[in-house]
């Protein structure tokens, strides 16, 4: 796809990701709620990584640090491909043109409904473009040809001409994988792509962000409240409870006392079969009695 299947040339000795002593707390009228607490991590580049964890357990809150949407508390440092973040609570003078290296895809599609696909995909390019090119929406044919080759990968090049807003979540979502795509984004932030999707979409989705992964050498981080999608696409799985990291591994290394002590009641929501205890033999049963006739 015009440069889109070679992998990108960042520097292999650099990790895509670096988070050193980061701690986050969030503060209301009545009280103050430590959403991390003094996280380190390290995504190396090319990797597919899944943060999994219940609710409120601080890994959306961790996506939205590395790509500077939010500002950690002083101390920490956050670097991509070797570049600083965020540093001690404030965010580096030159992040915006950071951001063009990282592409993020929100829960709720973040696509403009009145426009159609094919424009919205277009719109991952404008970070590369000349002022004025941006200031008309000036697009060249090569940059739409790149667009609807990016749909077509995601398997919706066929509803490029329709409104963006006309189509199934699952359809969006998979636009807005393209529009990173159209970024040439090195790094791809993913905050609950699937939630609010029905299994077949959700599978969809995951096998495009799987794709632009292992095709493209993208490294991608995705955020799960599913774990079997987060075993099943992703090389090595992180879970948070209540703002630490409490495993990182290889997705065969999660448990089940494990994932039930991490999500507790919303085992069932994260998809975690409850393990019953088998009887030690099969009871003796009543014979079934005869239906009364009728008549």
């Excluded at 995504?43 to 939205?64: F, N, W």
């Excluded at 879970?239 to 065969?252: E, N, Q, S």
Aim: glycine share 10%.
């Amino acid at each position: 796809m015009g440069g889109m299947n070679t992998p990108h040339s960042s520097p292999t000795d650099l990790p895509a990701v670096e988070v050193l002593s980061l701690s986050k707390t969030f503060s209301t009228a009545f009280r103050k709620h430590r959403a991390l607490h003094e996280v380190d991590l390290r995504i190396e580049s090319g990797s597919m990584v899944g943060l999994i964890g219940a609710s409120g357990s601080g890994k959306s809150t961790l996506l939205r640090h590395i790509t500077g949407l939010v500002r950690s508390d002083s101390g920490g440092e956050i670097r991509v491909f070797g570049q600083t973040v965020q540093n001690n609570g404030r965010l580096d003078p030159h992040i915006r043109r950071l951001r063009r290296e990282v592409g993020f895809i929100f829960q709720q599609f973040n696509l403009v409904d009145r426009l159609t696909l094919l424009t919205n995909v277009l719109v991952g390019r404008l970070a590369h473009m000349p002022f004025h090119r941006r200031m008309l929406g000036w697009f060249t044919g090569a940059e739409i040809q790149q667009a609807m080759a990016a749909l077509d990968r995601v398997g919706i090049g066929i509803h490029a001409g329709q409104r963006a807003g006309t189509l199934s979540g699952g359809q969006q979502q998979r636009a807005a994988i393209a529009r990173a795509m159209m970024q040439e984004a090195k790094l791809i932030l993913a905050d609950e792509p699937i939630a609010s999707l029905d299994p077949e979409s959700s599978r969809r989705v995951m096998e495009a962000l799987s794709d632009v992964n292992r095709i493209d050498g993208t490294t991608v981080v995705v955020c799960l409240h599913q774990v079997e999608f987060a075993k099943r696409y992703c090389q090595r799985i992180v879970a948070l409870k209540a703002g630490r990291i409490v495993f990182d591994g290889v997705p065969d290394a999660l448990t089940h006392d494990l994932l039930t002590d991490l999500y507790g009641s919303e085992a069932d929501d994260a998809g975690i079969a409850q393990q019953r205890p088998r009887p030690s033999h099969i009871p003796h049963t009543a014979p079934i009695p005869a239906m009364p006739r009728v008549g």
